[in-house]
């Protein structure tokens, strides 16, 4: 009985993988090259099951076919992986293909609910519309101010360093960047630069390797097992401490918003509190007073459980992505002493060879060349490593060839920085490739489009002032022997073993 059953499900399985492969939508994605899919699990098991190697196997495929646009099967779900800077920007100028692949949904959602990354339709679009003001061109200034303010603190804790051993450069961007960003964008102090120990910091390093292993991992879909084991424990316990620190922001924003409307009633002032409130908070462009004080598109309050997951997100990865970016440039001008020596004459040039004096926003525009190396360093370690799209609709590219509907488009940034054809020799460190004209799509960390990161100039304002701050305070130099990082191309790069560094201080 047990081999009958065995044998129909066999059977099952072959007609159905016969008759995907002789449908439409295996007609169209066979036009691009690919390894042909297995059954049931497709080509899943040429990713393996260590998700950590998942982007060096894909790398492996993309230089197979030739390095260009390939195809794969991952289950019952199929990719197109796009290089080809042309097909790029179809994809990501697109305006109604807006949908975020299932299985990064899958893995993001436990962890960031419906925010703004995933979500789409109405909420997305009121959520984009209240976060717009907090990121528009003229709070700049006051985004370089308080990197200026943050910094005093950094140079604290960083000149316990200089001349002795290594510093793991992570363990204090990480807090000193969400001590910035929860001040700016959330109107609070958190102070965890001088608490390396809170919970949140432990919890938030693993964040980055959960949502990897889930998104690679697809035995976790199936949740009746997952939930069984000891990783989702630890999943589990890892959201309810972000959590945990999101709402304690949002907690501590609204007890300030309703301590102004107490002081203006007591006092008595002749005016409309909740207007004068409003005014006030909005002068400040606080993202999480948009949240507060805004409504949805029926004219409701925004929910404390949409609230929760907006704060979630940005604070999570806004300070996340730029400290990796951060660190990583660092971590090259310490290999590159030529580099970083030219981005010093810049800071002198510019700053009048004054390497006391801190820059406006205006002198931050002009560090083209400090631009370009932060530019060329996300290039050779890719801090996101791909993005992509669910297709609602068939895609056609520029050469006639037709992405199906239910495929999943991913861009994928790895292999476009390693693409000769898009930048010639690109094993070399080479910071002034950025300096001369490019393809628009041809680097697009932010993303581009309708769905491009919300937040991108308030993180080069962050990354450009912070960087000329450390730069001009220290020589950076290669960490010990030994010490190298180790890269993990996850959803968001970063070294298994920190970034460690040797500082000097800087003759001025």
């Given at each position: 009985m047990i081999l009958i059953l065995l044998f129909t499900v066999v059977c099952l399985v072959l007609v159905h993988d016969f008759l995907r492969k002789c449908g439409y939508r295996w007609k169209k994605l066979s036009e691009f090259p690919g390894d042909r899919?297995?059954?049931?699990?497709?080509?899943?098991?040429?990713?393996?099951?260590?998700?950590?190697?998942?982007?060096?196997?894909?790398?492996?495929?993309?230089?197979?076919?030739?390095?260009?646009?390939?195809?794969?099967?991952?289950g019952s779900e199929d990719w197109i992986l796009l290089s080809n800077v042309d097909d790029v920007g179809t994809i990501l100028n697109h305006t109604s293909e807006l949908t975020k692949p299932l299985e990064r949904n899958t893995a993001m959602k436990p962890f960031f609910g419906n925010s703004v990354s995933s979500s789409e339709g109405d909420r997305w679009r009121t959520t984009r519309k209240l976060m717009t003001p907090s990121f528009h061109f003229n709070t700049l200034e006051k985004r370089v101010d308080d990197v200026n303010t943050h910094c005093v603190d950094l140079f604290r804790h960083l000149d316990?360093?200089?001349?002795?051993?290594?510093?793991?450069?992570?363990?204090?961007l990480k807090p000193y960047m969400f001590d910035i960003l929860s001040e700016s964008l959330m109107g609070v102090e958190s102070n965890f630069l001088n608490n390396l120990d809170h919970p949140y910091l432990k919890a938030g390093a693993k964040v980055i390797r959960i949502v990897t292993e889930n998104y690679f991992s697809y035995w976790r879909n199936i949740r009746p097992i997952f939930v069984l084991t000891p990783i989702y424990t630890e999943m589990m316990d890892t959201i309810r401490s972000i959590r945990a620190t999101s709402s304690d922001i949002i907690n501590r924003r609204r007890a300030k918003i309703n301590q102004m409307r107490d002081d203006l009633i007591n006092n008595n002032l002749d005016c409309d509190v909740s207007e004068h409130v409003e005014k006030k908070l909005n002068d400040n462009a606080c993202l999480l007073d948009k949240f507060l004080l805004g409504k949805n598109s029926k004219g409701e309050p925004i929910p404390d459980d949409v609230i929760s997951d907006e704060v979630t997100l940005v604070c999570y990865t806004g300070h996340y992505t730029t400290t990796?970016?951060?660190?990583h440039t660092l971590y090259c001008l310490a290999k590159y002493p030529e580099i970083q020596k030219k981005v010093i004459e810049e800071q002198r040039q510019i700053l009048n060879n004054d390497l006391n004096r801190i820059p406006t926003n205006?002198?931050?525009?002009?560090?083209?060349?400090?631009?370009?190396?932060?530019?060329?360093?996300?290039?050779?370690?890719?801090?996101?490593?791909?993005?992509?799209?669910?297709?609602?609709?068939?895609?056609?590219?520029k050469d006639g060839r037709v992405a199906p509907a239910g495929t999943s488009v991913i861009v994928f940034y790895e292999a476009m920085y390693a693409d000769p054809k898009i930048f010639p020799e690109p094993e070399k460190y080479d910071p002034e490739r950025f300096l001369g004209a490019m393809h628009t799509f041809a680097f697009v960390p932010f993303s581009a489009g309708p769905r491009n990161c919300i937040g991108f100039r308030y993180a080069w304002v962050v990354m450009k002032s912070t960087l000329s701050h450390l730069l001009r305070r220290y020589e950076f130099l290669p960490g010990s022997p030994g010490?190298?990082?180790?890269?993990?191309?996850?959803i968001v790069t970063e070294s298994k073993n920190g970034v460690h560094l040797k500082l000097r201080k800087r003759i001025r």
């Open positions: 899919p297995l059954p049931l699990v497709g080509n899943a098991l040429q990713l393996g099951f260590d998700a950590d190697e998942s982007s060096h196997k894909l790398m492996a495929l993309w230089a197979k076919h030739g390095k260009v646009n390939f195809r794969m099967s991952v316990e360093f200089v001349g002795k051993d290594d510093v793991e450069i992570y363990k204090y990796m970016t951060m660190a205006q002198e931050l525009n002009q560090m083209k060349y400090l631009e370009a190396v932060i530019k060329e360093s996300i290039r050779v370690i890719p801090t996101v490593t791909k993005i992509g799209r669910q297709l609602q609709q068939d895609l056609k590219f010490m190298e990082p180790q890269f993990a191309y996850r």
